[in-house]
């Protein structure tokens, strides 16, 4: 989730008020449009780190479901497989709805983000790394929940296969699952695992960030900092530390989450997967995997494949929302 790491370290840390220069309008017109800014620039941000890991992210859906084209393939050798079958383009397929997803994804997490933190921390008086943690978990379910159809039709088009379309595109992927699927409630397949792994996904990632970020600021605050640019007396971490620390904790939340997520896709792709039958519930999905493909080759199938998406998709995240945020004057 690049635009979510985004999300998360600009909503960690709110930057606290500059003082406003004369004439430059007063703290009114910083504040216009001020969401609209940090929409397009946490969109911006995490379509540029999606299209960056689009080709790792069409090879997890084809090990995770386990296409019979790719199932014998490892990480590596469908990276090479893909291209040889459906052309360069053929690891980019479904991120054209990756895109559509991403920027309502990640503005919806961020706002929700801070209204849960404060509600957390006024109403019942929860602060610390606690109140980030259960902050952190509601705001990626909910951002979940409101943009899970777009997810789901994502899954379909990159699970495809070139000359065994059954989707054309984004629209008319939409059009066959609402009429052959259960109408609305065919877009939500697979939405229980997703909230269940999202959970300790988003917990975990803000508790293991926030934590690392305090220890090592307080510890080694000449070697790790540096004052932030919009107010000298605050310290930040420096950009590489920054990354280290975004992808220890990334990674570790999805060690934790990954056969939730295994379950999602299964349950997403519905009808196009022969044993779909067997694979209706969240429970089913899970006893299936297991039984027929045991832990590491199924409900972990894959999880290398995110472990080397962690940091390309952190560093381009993090490095496009920080140029956003000063292209849009959000410092």
Excluded at 34 to 39: G, I
Excluded at 201 to 220: D, I, M, P, Q, R
Aim: net charge positive; proline share 5%.
């Amino acid at each position: 989730m690049a635009a979510a790491a985004a999300a998360a370290l600009a909503a960690a840390d709110p930057p606290p008020a500059m003082p406003q220069a004369a004439g430059a309008g007063g703290p009114t017109a910083r504040r216009d449009f001020y969401w609209l800014r940090s929409f397009l620039a946490g969109g911006i941000a995490g379509c540029c780190a999606k299209t960056t890991v689009a080709p790792l992210d069409r090879v997890k859906v084809l090990l995770q479901a386990h296409n019979r084209h790719y199932k014998h393939f490892g990480v590596f050798s469908a990276l090479r497989a893909v291209p040889q079958k459906e052309g360069f383009l053929g690891l980019y397929k479904g991120n054209g709805a990756m895109m559509i997803r991403i920027f309502p994804y990640g503005a919806i997490q961020f706002m929700a983000f801070e209204h849960y933190k404060t509600l957390i921390t006024t109403k019942l008086g929860i602060s610390g790394h606690v109140h980030r943690l259960m902050a952190g978990s509601m705001a990626g379910m909910t951002a979940v929940i409101c943009t899970y159809p777009l997810d789901m039709v994502r899954v379909r088009l990159a699970f495809q296969v070139k000359g065994e379309h059954t989707y054309t595109g984004i629209i008319h992927a939409f059009k066959t699952i609402y009429a052959q699927e259960g109408g609305f409630f065919g877009f939500y397949r697979g939405l229980m695992p997703t909230i269940l792994g999202m959970a300790p996904y988003a917990g975990v990632s803000f508790f293991t960030f926030g934590t690392l970020k305090s220890v090592g600021l307080s510890h080694a605050p000449t070697l790790l900092g540096r004052p932030s640019s919009d107010n000298p007396n605050v310290l930040v971490l420096k950009t590489h530390v920054n990354l280290l620390c975004g992808g220890v904790a990334g990674a570790i939340a999805q060690t934790i989450s990954y056969p939730f997520d295994v379950t999602r896709r299964r349950m997403q792709l519905g009808t196009v997967l022969p044993e779909f039958e067997k694979c209706l519930t969240m429970r089913d999905t899970m006893k299936y995997v297991y039984g027929h493909h045991g832990i590491r080759k199924g409900l972990y199938r894959g999880l290398s494949l995110n472990y080397i998406r962690c940091i390309p998709s952190q560093a381009v995240a993090f490095t496009t929302y920080e140029l956003m945020k000063q292209v849009f004057h959000l410092n």
